[in-house]
């Protein structure tokens, strides 16, 4: 009997950036990793969206779009995917009707072929509008459900279980929302191989036999394998899988690895990998990446994570932005605040954007003490304002949040909210331009509208737009801090106004990523 082929995405230069860098990263550096992955074969990638589109602008002086172009044309006839996060597109904030049309048409404007969309709270309502627009702008529709483990110790109430996404898939198909594969994406790496394994087989008696299943997760728990096992065994027809070095850890399993786990395996095989070539592209991915900054924590199994379901993606973003503010002594009480976080929240599954806002509000609790103060997307998604979670919040801790921030409750729809506010939408983004005398596009209104003020700092000049890429330059001297007992941390502040995170050890000194030799 012929063995199942396997079809592969790779996440390596998308979601494998997110994961292990914060997505900070040159397009000049790894698009020569890019034409070794095609040359060896691989024809279906992850080539943007998430919060590679915002890192563009934030920390890479780049244009998303402009990459974008670059990817179309170092990969001809490759299925390329970008990551939409429902009506919150590739932002944190959501986004009205006109926006969530736009990001699909300017997507496809740019080279890409297919759109993978979820919604962090499985609320369908935050599904048919994007979906609509992405089938409606000629690209495949990849609709998600997404998945955790919710931590141990927690009354599940119906929801993260095989039944409960078996009845969001439903809700998706009755809602009419149009699709051509369905992905189940595991962002935390935190549900057990079982919860896999039933998941897909409840999906595939759903689907039928020809609709393609997806399935992501990965490896910061250190199950990723065994759920990707468990995927194919229960019906999966796809994985997810990155190339070193970024692979595993925080993010995907490796292409080479999972072909290992499959070897002698009669069933399965991963289709079109040869892996010999698939060693000679990692070789060329690890020289362009070699000059970077690999956080620790991006490069090994967290088994707290059961605990603390941060996924990969909003892990290493917010360890980045606390090295930025010089808080890295914060990570380990933010990561144990992270569980009445979900507790408490209405059990939104941790991946963009409620992950971050799971962050945001257990680091909140961990510097200024437990709801003293809320983080304002935390309070808003408990409120209502991003859709509704698979269970009601606590009760006290929505009146908490209601008096925090100044909000009632809401049942109105994301859309309904967000159409009826002056301050989204074209018109606001156009003004946005019209304001700093740059050029209305299609492409600076969405980047106006996703990106705000950061998003037009960059189009009047990106040269002087922030450089967050973390590179060697700075972790040698880094670790040396780190090993010297005499290494301080510094915040200097310049004139009043310009501020700088210095850090000074008995060798170098360090202000923001670059490092200085002491002689």
Not at 280 to 294: I, P, R, S, W
Request: proline residues 5%.
């Amino acid at each position: 009997m012929a063995k199942k082929q396997i079809k592969v995405m790779c996440t390596a230069f998308r979601d494998g950036f997110q994961s292990v860098i914060g997505a900070r990263v040159f397009s000049k550096d790894f698009m020569p990793a890019v034409k070794a992955a095609y040359d060896a074969g691989i024809r279906w990638f992850e080539a943007g969206g998430g919060a590679r589109f915002q890192a563009c602008y934030f920390y890479c002086q780049e244009d998303a779009y402009d990459v974008m172009d670059e990817f179309r044309r170092t990969c001809p006839d490759a299925d390329l995917q970008t990551l939409s996060r429902g009506v919150n597109v590739v932002g944190l904030d959501s986004q009205p009707s006109d926006m969530i049309k736009l990001h699909a048409e300017t997507f496809k404007k740019h080279g890409i072929s297919s759109i993978r969309n979820f919604d962090a709270l499985n609320d369908v309502n935050n599904l048919k509008w994007s979906g609509q627009c992405i089938h409606d702008a000629g690209l495949k529709h990849e609709v998600v459900v997404t998945m955790m483990g919710l931590p141990p110790g927690i009354d599940n109430q119906g929801t993260h279980t095989p039944e409960f996404y078996r009845d969001r898939l439903k809700m998706i198909m009755d809602a009419g929302i149009p699709f051509d594969r369905v992905a189940f994406k595991d962002a935390s790496g935190t549900s057990t191989p079982a919860t896999v394994y039933n998941t897909m087989k409840l999906a595939r008696q759903l689907l039928g036999k020809d609709i393609h299943i997806q399935f992501h997760s990965h490896e910061t728990a250190g199950n990723g394998i065994a759920c990707y096992l468990a995927a194919l065994e229960g019906g999966a027809d796809g994985l997810d899988l990155s190339l070193a070095p970024m692979s595993g850890g925080t993010c995907q399993p490796d292409i080479i690895t999972m072909w290992h786990a499959l070897d002698g395996d009669d069933r399965f095989e991963l289709a079109g990998i040869d892996v010999d070539k698939v060693r000679q592209a990692e070789a060329v991915f690890k020289a362009q990446m070699k000059d970077y900054f690999l956080p620790p924590e991006a490069t090994s199994v967290s088994p707290e994570i059961v605990w603390s379901p941060m996924p990969g993606g909003a892990l290493t973003a917010n360890t980045q932005m606390l090295r930025d503010f010089g808080m890295m002594d914060k990570y380990d009480a933010m990561i144990a605040e992270m569980y009445d976080c979900v507790r408490l929240g209405g059990f939104g599954t941790s991946v963009t954007p409620v992950s971050q806002f799971y962050g945001q509000q257990a680091l909140n609790n961990a510097m200024f003490g437990k709801w003293k103060k809320i983080a304002p997307g935390y309070g808003k998604m408990v409120l209502g304002y991003f859709g509704k979670t698979p269970v009601a919040p606590d009760p006290e801790i929505v009146k908490i949040c209601s008096e925090a921030l100044q909000l009632e409750p809401t049942t109105k729809t994301v859309l309904e909210i967000n159409n009826a506010d002056p301050k989204k939408g074209r018109a606001a983004a156009e003004k946005m331009l019209q304001d700093a005398g740059l050029p209305i596009t299609d492409e600076n209104v969405f980047i106006a509208a996703s990106c705000l003020e950061k998003g037009i700092a960059f189009l009047k000049d990106p040269s002087k737009a922030p450089n967050g890429v973390r590179k060697n330059a700075a972790t040698s001297d880094l670790k040396a801090g780190a090993q010297n007992p005499g290494g301080k941390d510094f915040t200097v502040t310049v004139n009043g106004k310009d501020t700088f995170e210095m850090q000074l050890t008995d060798i170098s000194c360090i202000i923001g990523t670059v490092g200085q030799d002491i002689d």
